[in-house]
């Protein structure tokens, strides 16, 4: 049986000697490779999206640094941060390029902020101060653990991937994020909130896999089998998309 390969993207930054860096935890790529799919971490200063998609039989998405706020149209809060010009460039023209040609798509944490983004929506850039949310979502600061779970989120039912792997109702979940989904374009409809209402998790019916979390599965798949589920239907679904 042939081996999917998996597009993930990368975080940017500069090591000690002021050199540009690619780096991916290896969470990602462990549960991509439990799945049964070969991960592949995608340069961001590439520029041919064409022949990444000809290479590439899904994407994953990864978190990162905050968006630039003018590319949905808001000016900069105060507490936006991170951002990296080359990293929002790529990442929009692969996402929209990818949806476009129905690729396999797993967004995660950052990636389902540049799903939205890149499909027409915005985002809420500060949770504490733009929204009514008492609830903590950055659980370093309160000193949890990487891997460890800290909220809940409610899954609505409905016949779609997200349901599908996590079943309905209440899920445990991590969070590391200041910022969320805010206008959620047509193209996606929302599969999951917290109970302070911030969205946890999107899809695109009609596509063969397109889901976008708020928190991150990788974290958590090695050691909650729902939550690899992802990346299993993500693998599943490229896999029929071999050429």
Same mark, same amino acid.
């Given at each position: 049986?042939?081996?999917?390969?998996?597009?993930?993207?990368?975080?940017?930054?500069?090591?000690? /000697?002021?050199?540009?860096?690619?780096?991916?935890?290896?969470?990602?790529?462990?549960?991509?490779?439990?799945?049964?799919? !070969?991960?592949?971490? /995608?340069?961001?200063?590439?520029?041919?999206?064409?022949?990444?998609?000809? !290479?590439?039989?899904? !994407?994953?998405?990864?978190?990162?640094?905050?968006?630039?706020?003018?590319?949905?149209?808001?000016?900069?809060?105060?507490?936006?941060?991170?951002?990296? +010009?080359?990293?929002?460039?790529? +990442?929009?023209?692969?996402?929209?390029?990818?949806? +476009?040609?129905?690729?396999?798509?797993?967004?995660?944490?950052?990636?389902?902020?540049?799903?939205?983004?890149?499909?027409?929506?915005?985002?809420?850039?500060?949770?504490?101060?733009?929204?009514?949310?008492?609830?903590?979502?950055?659980?370093?600061?309160?000193?949890?653990?990487?891997?460890?779970?800290?909220?809940?989120?409610?899954?609505?039912?409905?016949?779609?991937?997200?349901?599908?792997?996590?079943?309905?109702?209440?899920?445990?979940?991590?969070?590391?994020?200041?910022?969320?989904?805010?206008?959620?374009?047509?193209?996606?409809?929302?599969?999951?909130?917290?109970?302070?209402?911030?969205?946890?998790?999107?899809?695109?019916?009609?596509?063969?896999?397109?889901?976008?979390?708020?928190?991150?599965? +990788?974290?958590?798949?090695?050691?909650?089998?729902?939550?690899?589920? /992802?990346?299993?239907?993500?693998?599943?679904?490229?896999?029929?998309?071999?050429?």
């Amino acid at each position: 049986m042939s081996q999917p390969i998996i597009g993930v993207t990368p975080s940017a930054g500069l090591n000690e /000697l002021g050199v540009r860096t690619y780096s991916i935890a290896a969470d990602y790529t462990q549960a991509i490779q439990r799945a049964g799919g !070969l991960p592949v971490v /995608l340069p961001l200063h590439i520029t041919d999206i064409d022949a990444i998609l000809y !290479l590439v039989d899904g !994407l994953v998405f990864s978190g990162g640094g905050d968006i630039e706020p003018g590319l949905f149209n808001q000016d900069k809060h105060e507490t936006t941060t991170y951002i990296d +010009e080359e990293r929002d460039a790529f +990442e929009l023209a692969l996402m929209q390029a990818a949806f +476009e040609r129905d690729v396999p798509i797993l967004a995660i944490c950052r990636g389902v902020q540049v799903m939205n983004v890149g499909l027409g929506g915005d985002l809420i850039q500060d949770i504490p101060s733009q929204t009514d949310s008492e609830k903590e979502h950055a659980q370093r600061a309160v000193g949890v653990g990487e891997h460890d779970l800290f909220q809940t989120a409610t899954v609505d039912d409905g016949d779609n991937p997200v349901t599908q792997a996590l079943g309905t109702g209440s899920i445990d979940i991590n969070s590391f994020h200041h910022q969320a989904l805010g206008t959620v374009p047509d193209v996606l409809e929302v599969v999951a909130k917290g109970d302070d209402g911030i969205i946890e998790a999107v899809y695109a019916p009609g596509r063969s896999y397109a889901i976008g979390t708020q928190w991150h599965p +990788e974290r958590l798949a090695a050691q909650h089998e729902e939550h690899q589920r /992802l990346f299993d239907g993500l693998v599943e679904a490229a896999r029929k998309s071999i050429r």
